[in-house]
């Protein structure tokens, strides 16, 4: 396994967008991460995921959806951080930006959200059903996909905190409305942030299995 490598992703109106790229000698995917609302690529709870994925083999890109700019703003206004078409033409861009490099050109995609990045991550799987091979949403919020939901086409994972009621009853909805592939995981004892112990490990579990079984072969198979 590679160290983390910093990225710069040049997307709209001309920003760049910091984000960390590890992968093995020979990835068996890669997986772009879609952070929540008021969260960066910093988030300890990505993080996590993200380390089981590599452990597995696999590649992880967890990259910022706003510039700093555009953070300081949001975090006055909260105007961009539920703008799911904004959010996921960013995500687009990322999966874009992972086809044309040199050292993920050719990697089978998946993608990974959280809160409002998992509507996020849907929009964009909707927009290059060509390029993203599975979607994982942990505590998500894919509702906020709206009519998206009916063009996703590869196979969906859904975890839900067995606590968070709310989005639990959201996430059926859109499980419903997905024309793709759908599991709806619940983890007993969860919350929506996935404090709980042992409750992130296992919702960690969850993803890496589903990307093993959804995303595999080296780059050039």
């Known amino acids: 396994m590679t160290g983390s490598?910093?990225?710069?992703?040049?997307?709209?109106?001309?920003?760049?967008?910091?984000?960390?790229?590890?992968?093995?000698?020979?990835?068996?995917g890669v997986v772009a991460f879609a952070h929540g609302s008021?969260?960066?690529?910093?988030?300890?709870?990505?993080?996590?995921?993200?380390?089981?994925?590599?452990?597995?083999?696999?590649?992880?890109?967890?990259?910022?959806l706003l510039t700093e700019d555009e953070?300081?703003?949001d975090a006055v206004t909260a105007e961009l951080r539920f703008d799911v078409p904004f959010l996921a033409g960013r995500l687009v861009a990322a999966v874009d930006r992972l086809g044309a490099r040199p050292d993920t050109a050719g990697a089978p995609l998946g993608l990974f959200g959280a809160s409002t990045g998992?509507?996020?991550?849907?929009?964009?799987?909707?927009?290059r059903p060509d390029a993203v091979r599975a979607v994982v949403s942990r505590g998500g919020r894919p509702d906020l996909a709206?009519?998206?939901?009916?063009?996703?086409?590869?196979?969906?994972?859904?975890?839900?905190?067995?606590?968070?009621?709310?989005?639990?009853?959201?996430?059926?909805?859109a499980a419903d409305a997905?024309?793709?592939?759908?599991?709806?995981?619940?983890?007993?004892?969860?919350?929506?942030?996935f404090e709980e112990p042992g409750t992130l490990a296992e919702a960690a579990t969850s993803a890496r299995d589903f990307f093993l079984s959804t995303v595999p072969g080296p780059i050039g198979t």
Do not use: K, M, Y
Request: proline letters at 8%; aromatic letters at 0%.
């Open 71 to 73: 953070e300081r703003t």
């Open 146 to 173: 709206g009519q998206a939901l009916g063009r996703v086409r590869p196979p969906v994972l859904l975890i839900v905190g067995g606590l968070d009621t709310e989005v639990l009853r959201l996430n059926e909805q």
């Open 178 to 193: 997905l024309s793709a592939p759908c599991t709806l995981r619940v983890v007993p004892g969860a919350g929506h942030l």
């Open 5 to 28: 490598v910093p990225v710069h992703l040049e997307v709209d109106r001309g920003a760049v967008l910091d984000g960390d790229l590890v992968l093995p000698p020979e990835p068996r």
């Open 118 to 127: 998992a509507a996020a991550a849907l929009t964009a799987a909707a927009e």
């Open 38 to 64: 008021g969260s960066s690529r910093h988030s300890p709870r990505n993080r996590a995921v993200a380390r089981v994925l590599q452990e597995a083999g696999l590649g992880t890109l967890l990259f910022d």
